[in-house]
């Protein structure tokens, strides 16, 4: 018998994991609390640490590009004034392997569960049970008891149920919730064609070129870019947080944008700029409280360990938040490579596994934790206009990356 393997969540990263675990005859099960797993619309960029991983390695690049996506092709940077103030050509293949890709969320959610759920692919096939919500989790017996009373068993449990994750709970013996950054954002989506008829917006930007555009004030900006082979036109409008969306419970951080108010909040962007902004629907506009994780003490306990947002959760002002979590993923494959061949699956045994990856994942996640807040600090110096940000400062570290035990050699040799 293969290892026996529970992921609690569906989303991007417990659909890698079930990716990268897959093999021979191991029992894969993800449990999904929500009846249909799926993303909302909004777009993703995956940096080339990850796309790596997900079209090299999980060979998914192809089905992805049938579906749309896109080669991030540079980041341009404009001021209030609308003045270009950086541009940084991003063609990495040459120097990181591969490219900073942009997707539709669904897209990549839709690629990423065929990868771990269909017969077509090497290994059993993980089963996905939705309307699944698990709402405890004992460590070392690796049972999981879920909110109708079912318990299952599992030599490993997987813990990828985001930012507000029950198996975090059960690792560190207490709770850990996310805290407000200070930022909320707002989400949005556009047909391109309609972009294209405003032209005093098409005189700057090509909105079906694969660009990322952020237009930066000194507390809110504005990141845009296009998917689905440029058929659609996404932005993200980040503001100031007033704590609006926490709900007396503090259980929803997210709520309904209100356009008027949005629009205000950016009086003072270029007329260009805002016009993604005018065309987005009041009806579809929905407004995140951005919330992130101090770093954990560990991320795991006996046989159940954390990845991806339950374990690190970040800003997204790098776009490394799901790339973290395939990096995660893809680090549980490579360390549980050599376990269906022993016999022994026993408390101990699974427990080193995970520590093994922890030591691993653990500097790094967290530093590009730390990076991601810094990079979320005002860009400007009050009163100027003048963008003193290099939306590439981290990249470097960021994206010089082939996998868990290539960075598990390099720590070693600098130890
Ligand atoms: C505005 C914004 C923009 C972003 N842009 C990028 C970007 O461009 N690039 C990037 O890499 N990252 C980006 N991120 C971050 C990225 O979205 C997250 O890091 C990533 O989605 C985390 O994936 P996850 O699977 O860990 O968590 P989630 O996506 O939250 O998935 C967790 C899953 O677990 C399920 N679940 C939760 N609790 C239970 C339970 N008790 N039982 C069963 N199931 C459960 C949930 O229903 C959900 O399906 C962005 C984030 C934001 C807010």
Redesign the pocket.
């Known amino acids: 018998m293969g290892l026996k393997i529970i992921i609690?969540?569906?989303?991007?990263?417990?659909l890698a994991a079930a990716i990268a675990l897959r093999k021979g005859d191991r029992e894969i099960t993800i449990?999904?609390?929500?009846s249909i797993?799926q993303e909302i619309g909004a777009t993703?960029?995956?940096q080339p640490n990850a796309s790596k991983i997900v079209e090299g390695q999980w060979g998914l690049a192809s089905t992805l590009r049938d579906r749309g996506s896109m080669v991030d092709g540079a980041f341009e940077v404009y001021n209030l004034d609308g003045e270009m103030q950086i541009r940084i050509p991003l063609q990495t293949t040459d120097k990181y392997g591969a490219e900073r890709m942009m997707y539709h969320r669904a897209d990549l959610h839709q690629t990423l569960k065929e990868r771990a759920t269909s017969e077509k692919f090497p290994g059993r096939p993980a089963t996905l049970k939705t309307s699944?919500?698990?709402s405890t989790c004992d460590c070392d017996s690796g049972t999981v008891q879920l909110v109708n009373g079912e318990v299952l068993s599992a030599d490993l449990i997987v813990g990828?149920?985001?930012?507000?994750?029950?198996i975090r709970r059960c690792v560190l013996g207490e709770e850990a919730i996310a805290r407000p950054t200070g930022l909320s954002?707002y989400?949005m989506m556009i047909p391109t064609d309609n972009l294209l008829k405003e032209t005093d917006f098409t005189k700057v930007i090509d909105p079906r070129k694969g660009c990322t555009t952020m237009v930066i004030g000194r507390d809110r900006r504005l990141i845009m870019g296009p998917a689905r082979n440029g058929s659609i036109y996404s932005i993200?409008a980040l503001v100031p947080d007033e704590n609006m969306n926490e709900d007396s419970a503090n259980t929803s951080w997210t709520t309904e944008g209100n356009h008027d108010k949005m629009m205000n909040t950016f009086a003072d962007f270029p007329s260009w700029a805002r016009k993604p902004l005018q065309l987005a629907m009041a009806s579809e506009l929905g407004l995140?409280q951005?919330r992130d994780l101090d770093p954990l003490p560990t991320w795991y306990s006996g046989r159940a360990i954390l990845i991806?947002?339950?374990a690190h959760a970040m800003l997204?002002t790098q776009?490394?938040?799901?790339?973290q979590?395939i990096e995660d993923a893809e680090a549980l494959g490579a360390f549980f490579n050599a376990f269906e061949e022993s016999s022994d699956m026993s408390l101990s045994s699974i427990a080193d596994v995970n520590n093994a990856i922890f030591k691993c994942r653990y500097d790094r996640a967290t530093t590009i934790q730390a990076y991601s807040r810094q990079a979320a600090k005002p860009a400007t110096e009050p009163g100027d206009r003048k963008v003193n940000m290099n939306p590439a400062e981290f990249m470097d570290y960021n994206c010089s990356y082939s996998g868990a035990i290539d960075w598990k050699r390099r720590q070693e040799a600098v130890a």
């Open positions: 609690v969540g569906g989303g991007i990263a417990g449990l999904e609390q929500s797993s993703i960029s995956l699944s919500r698990v990828a149920d985001g930012i507000k994750s029950v954002a989400r993200v995140w951005l991806g947002d339950a997204p776009g490394q938040g799901a790339s979590s």
